[in-house]
C-alpha cells in the first residue's frame, strides 16, 4: 500500500525542501498574531513556492511569482499595516472545540487527497515542453489569447479605480 520506491536525486531533495518551506511559511502566516509577522511568513512561502516552479521547469511563472507577489503584494501588504491602526485588533478567545474540528477536518482532508494520489494512475510519459517556454507563452498571451489579456487588464484599471474612489469617499466622511 505505501509503495515509496523514491530516488534521491537532486532534483527530488529540492523539491521536498520548497515544499516543506511554503508549507511552514503557510502554517506560520496562520499562526502568528502579530500582522508584520504575518506578512513576512506569506513573502516567505512565495518565495519558496517561486523555487517549487524553477525546479519544475516553469521559469516564467517563477519570475512572474518574484516579481508580482514577493515584490509588489507584499510590499502593498507592509504599507497597508503601515497606514492603518491595529490596537488590540485580532485577538480572539481560545476556542478548543472549534480547534479540534478543524484539526480533524485537515487530518481527514489529507488522507482523503493522500489515498487519492496513492490510488490514481498517471500517464507514464510526461507531456513534451517546449524548447523556450516564456516565448510561447508570450506568443500564445498575444495572439490566441489576446483578447482575454486586454479584458483582463481593463478590469484590473477598473477595479483600481473604484478602490481609489471607495478610499476617497471613507477618507472624506472623517
Known amino acids: 500500500m505505501f509503495n515509496f520506491n523514491i530516488e534521491l536525486t537532486g532534483e527530488f531533495v529540492a523539491f521536498f525542501l520548497l515544499s516543506v518551506c511554503a508549507i511552514v511559511g503557510a502554517v506560520l502566516a496562520i499562526n502568528f498574531t502579530k500582522v508584520v509577522h504575518t506578512t513576512l511568513s506569506v513573502a516567505f512561502t512565495f518565495i519558496s513556492l517561486a523555487g517549487l516552479y524553477v525546479v519544475l521547469e516553469a521559469e516564467f511563472l517563477a519570475f512572474v511569482q518574484v516579481l ?4 509588489a503584494i507584499t510590499i502593498l501588504m507592509i504599507f497597508g499595516i503601515m497606514m492603518t491602526k491595529h490596537d488590540g485588533e485580532g485577538r ?14 485537515c487530518i481527514s482532508l489529507f488522507g482523503i487527497l493522500f489515498f487519492s494520489i496513492r490510488n490514481s494512475s498517471f500517464p507514464a510519459e510526461p507531456a513534451a515542453l517546449a524548447e523556450n517556454n516564456t516565448q510561447e507563452i508570450g506568443l500564445l498571451l498575444f495572439t490566441k489569447y489576446a483578447i482575454p489579456f486586454e479584458l483582463t487588464s481593463v478590469l484590473l484599471t477598473v477595479a483600481f479605480i473604484g478602490a481609489i474612489a471607495l478610499a476617497k469617499r471613507e477618507e472624506g466622511e472623517e
Do not use: D, F
Not at 480572539?92 to 477536518?105: F, I, K, W
Open 68 to 71: 508580482l507577489y514577493v515584490g
Open 92 to 105: 480572539e478567545p481560545p476556542r478548543p472545540l472549534l480547534e479540534t474540528l478543524a484539526a480533524v477536518g
